[in-house]
């Protein structure tokens, strides 16, 4: 444990029973924006007051704003290289107020974060009012963001924020470089975006004007979807076209709101083709969520966008993770990203609809991690990503059966890592984000974390595992977990002192590796090493003389005692031909001595 992490239990407000301590806080903010988007000129402009709390018992006396759109600045760091369609010049704030004092500040030398020295500091537990106006272009090459075609742009990460302040690290100021991903407070938006006539926007957050931005046939059309499962077309290829589903006015401004959520971001184009429904997310209540999709005619994967969605949201919602979807809405955003947003997904097109359905799957599974959750992602990505990977893994499972997700899970998350013996793969899935890259970084944030996550469950069993998971949801929801306080909620819930594995699966550099060692003389007792290191399940397959099968599978719990040699007493007196591991989505690193003949 890190001396700041250390240092936060100390001080009471992390608590080792996995909950908040009595001392805990966060900070949050009021957002109210209003937005516009110049199609011709690519330009995006805003208006902004925040009302920030400093609940904190720190006396701020910098204020950090986050602009992660500064990415595409040539200044700026990033992770990997970029085209010159992709760079742009950045943030411009022609006015920032804070509690109307005036802030001679253009934001010219700002990076992704930029630091603004108060003239009057922020008091414990107190409010203050930022005013800010600013613009910036959107990329011509769209990355998480950016134009999409023409006449259809994905608008993220798009205006000035306050960048986290927490109890364990202070102000959040590590760069956006496009690998980790993001760190946000909760906050309430109202927010507006102004578009042309004929542009229809999909935002996060409640639509509060259909009627003033919609003709009312598709205003009607729109309602309709909150209340059925039949999906909608909300508007096709034809109306798009004619120009008669928009008030015609020059610009129609679209508003919307999203309360205690950690950021808000919105698509636009004039001619997606717009598909809507909603789906029972929580069956004590009926409540409902809107699911809509946003594609080109040549969008052949999204035509199914709100079917999956529908499915999804409510697999998600009463099997894994079995919590209630707890947002009004879902959007399937066409674009290049396969990313996920709050209440939306900017997914590419793939040709392919099965693989279509597991990246949308992926994204939507993301609601959890980190949006329910507020997740630092930059500094611990295998905190979000290892939760959707094994969500994905999950309900593919009861999409595809467990064969075809077994083979998914092995070839796109396992066998890749497990062949590479590069040492940056074997570094301890702790380790912080930005300190590994590459596949380094990739496995220990997705399938690395996602394998820990299912040993868990294996060795836990569904309904104790669930009991943990769902307490540690239900404890951390709209706050900002850190893994101590994952690995400290499930030994409170479960009871168990289960730090053996934690260690054994976050703190080591172990791999996926066992092997048969022997079976001994009285063919009673197998032995199995543990090369590799990690606590995993397997099954042993033992083969007999007369041609029958046996399978014994052994759940992590056998390397609690010992971690590197494993004994299995067998039951049965029958003459045994051949013992064989099978570590199923565990792929093994050395597969040749998983087997053992029997002389």
């Excluded at 990076?111 to 910036?136: A, D, E, H, R």
């Excluded at 709101?257 to 636009?268: P, T």
């Excluded at 769902?470 to 306080?485: C, E, L, R, S």
Aim: aromatic share 14%.
């Amino acid at each position: 444990m890190p001396r700041n992490i250390k240092k936060a239990y100390e001080n009471g407000t992390r608590s080792k029973d996995g909950k908040p301590g009595a001392n805990y806080w966060q900070n949050r903010g009021k957002y109210n924006m209003e937005i516009s988007v110049d199609p011709k000129t690519r330009l995006v402009s805003g208006t902004e007051s925040i009302i920030y709390e400093n609940n904190s018992k720190d006396t701020l006396r910098n204020l950090v704003i986050r602009f992660v759109n500064n990415l595409h600045k040539p200044s700026s760091p990033r992770g990997g290289e970029v085209s010159n369609d992709f760079l742009s010049d950045g943030l411009t704030i022609t006015s920032l107020k804070i509690e109307n004092e005036v802030y001679k500040e253009d934001a010219k030398n700002w990076g992704t974060v930029g630091n603004v020295k108060l003239q009057k500091p922020i008091l414990p537990n107190s409010k203050t009012i930022i005013n800010i106006q600013w613009n910036y272009p959107l990329s011509k090459e769209s990355g998480r963001e950016g134009q999409i075609d023409e006449t259809t742009f994905f608008v993220a990460y798009s205006y000035p924020r306050v960048s986290v302040f927490d109890d364990y690290n202070g102000w959040d100021r590590l760069a956006h470089t496009d690998r980790q991903e993001f760190y946000n407070d909760f906050n309430d938006y109202i927010f507006s975006v102004k578009a042309p006539k004929n542009y229809v926007v999909y935002a996060t957050g409640d639509l509060l004007n259909p009627d003033e931005v919609l003709q009312p046939e598709f205003a009607s059309r729109l309602k309709k979807s909150y209340t059925t499962d039949e999906i909608l077309h909300i508007a096709n290829e034809q109306e798009m076209k004619s120009g008669v589903v928009t008030k015609q006015y020059d610009w129609n401004i679209w508003k919307f709101e999203a309360k205690n959520i950690s950021d808000v971001c919105f698509g636009l184009s004039d001619h997606y083709l717009w598909d809507a429904s909603s789906v029972v997310v929580d069956k004590k209540t009926n409540r409902r969520a809107s699911i809509q999709a946003a594609y080109n005619v040549k969008g052949t994967d999204f035509v199914n966008s709100v079917k999956n969605n529908q499915y999804a949201l409510d697999w998600f919602s009463n099997n894994w993770p079995g919590v209630p979807y707890p947002f009004s809405k879902m959007t399937a955003f066409q674009g290049f990203a396969d990313m996920e947003y709050p209440m939306m997904c900017n997914d590419s097109q793939m040709d392919d609809p099965v693989f279509a359905q597991l990246v949308q799957d992926h994204e939507v599974a993301h609601t959890y991690f980190p949006f329910y959750m507020g997740i630092n992602e930059t500094r611990y990505a295998f905190m979000d990503e290892g939760w959707a990977t094994t969500f994905e893994y999950l309900i593919g499972i009861a999409e595809h059966g467990k064969e075809a997700a077994d083979k998914f899970y092995q070839d796109f998350r396992v066998k890749s890592y497990i062949k590479d013996r590069s040492a940056e793969q074997d570094q301890p899935i702790i380790t912080m984000s930005t300190q590994v890259s590459g596949a380094g970084y990739g496995n220990n944030s997705y399938g690395k974390a996602s394998l820990s996550y299912l040993a868990l469950k294996d060795m836990l069993g569904d309904d104790m595992f669930k009991k943990a998971l769902h307490f540690y949801m239900d404890t951390w929801n709209g706050k900002h977990p850190i893994p101590w306080d994952y690995f400290n909620s499930f030994n409170t819930a479960t009871g168990k002192n289960l730090n053996w594995f934690f260690n054994n699966w976050f703190f080591t550099n172990n791999y996926l590796d066992i092997a048969v060692k022997g079976l001994s003389a009285d063919k009673k007792t197998i032995t199995v090493e543990n090369i590799g290191g990690f606590a995993i399940p397997f099954d042993v397959v033992i083969t007999y003389a007369d041609k029958s099968k046996a399978i014994v599978h052994q759940t992590p719990a056998i390397w609690e005692k010992n971690e590197k040699i494993a004994k299995i007493v067998l039951k049965s007196t029958k003459k045994i031909e051949k013992i064989e591991l099978d570590g199923g989505i565990f792929m093994d690193a050395t597969p040749e001595n998983n087997i053992f003949y029997v002389k």
